[in-house]
């Protein structure tokens, strides 16, 4: 008997040193769908993905450069989701972290192939234009249970710098905060370090889904217009929390939310998955690759609403770990992924 799942998509970030070679490793069965994405970026003169993934060695400068991240991260995503196992799960929605709602876009096929290729790498360069930077900073201590402390120390450098920083992504127990670079700098020594790494400036992130990114959004709007943008084919959860339903068409809307307002917005990742669960109540969770970052991330959210009893780090892990097949599956582990695919 089939199996409910909700697919969760990562953002950016995601392509790390340990992703290189991903798509050679997992997508050998894509291997015309790859195909058409590298037709794609050689037509907008960009290096293609699978010239990205085959790089001897892992390169901030290559890898890193927004347009070629984000091309890597969608098609290690795309690629993903077409390899789940239909005969064993029944997927009932899709939702996504930031640059993940681009991949659950192409997912749906509100977007074809081709269209979502150019899409996601002129979303990336026109926003990486833009001004501005972005961190992480934990909201949760190291048993994954939300500190007052924390957000106080966070909501008051929001107030100090109004208009200049920014909630960004609320992203499970990390607080993405982005803005001017002058800000960002206040704030990161300002708060106290934690976590041996944090506060964490984003190398290569602009001010992500702020204010900041009014320009580029603008130009998106005239470059994509509603004409590209088809009913999608399973419900999607935005980062508002937003239901779109499947098969109906709302181009006009959908427009607008995706190069509008979640683009200039706050993207609320961690209500995004929570309003999921309760809608759609998944026997699993599928995050696609590539890497495994986000199941943390995930795990913070369910544990913020005391998802199936989960209230610490202690209960998620024992959670998984009692399991033959966990509740949270992550593409980007081998052992999980082939619970997914087989």
Known sequence: MKKTA????????????AELGYLAKYAAKQAALISQFDQTRNALNTMTVTELDSQATFSSRIHLKADNAAALIFAAGITDFKAINRDKFDLVALTGNSMGWYTALGCADVWQAD?????VTSMAQLTANEAGAQFIYPLVDENWQFSAERQQLINNQIAKHQGELFMSIYYGGYAVLAGTKAAVSAAIAALPPCDERFPLLLNGHAGFHTPLMQAASDKALKQWPTSHFAAPSLPLVDGRGHIWPANVNNAQQLQQYTLQHQVCQSYNFSLALQVAVKEFAPEHLILLGPGGSLGGAVAQSLI???WHGLSSKQDFVAAQEAEAMPYILSMGIDEQRQKVIS
């Open 115 to 119: 269209t979502a290729m150019q899409l």
């Open 304 to 306: 913020n609403i005391n």
């Open 6 to 17: 909700l697919v969760v998509c990562p953002g950016r970030g995601t392509y790390n040193r």
